[in-house]
């Protein structure tokens, strides 16, 4: 389990905290990082914000466009086989 680090900081009169400049450098935190605060029993915990939302499949499914006669399942699957065939040649 990773060494937890024990630093103190202080609320300011408008709810902001500054966080001590070690941890900022270790994770790499600049200004204007985005931060996800969760408040969960053992207290606050801090997470960098993902860069994109999740998303589920279905929400992104057929959002390429493509201009041609439909595939078929088997030229898809020789398709894919081609691709393999070829990346496994390359090793």
Known sequence: MPEVSRLTTTVS???QVILPKS??????WEAGTRLVVENGPEGV???????????RPEQV?????????AKSI????????????KRHARD
């Open 13 to 15: 009169t408008k709810g």
């Open 74 to 85: 088997a030229e898809m699957e020789a398709g894919v086989m081609e691709e393999a065939r």
């Open 23 to 28: 941890i900022r450098q270790e994770r790499q």
């Open 45 to 55: 915990l801090l997470k960098a914000a993902p860069n994109f939302s999740e998303t």
């Open 61 to 69: 499914f057929g959002c390429l466009s493509y201009e041609g006669e």
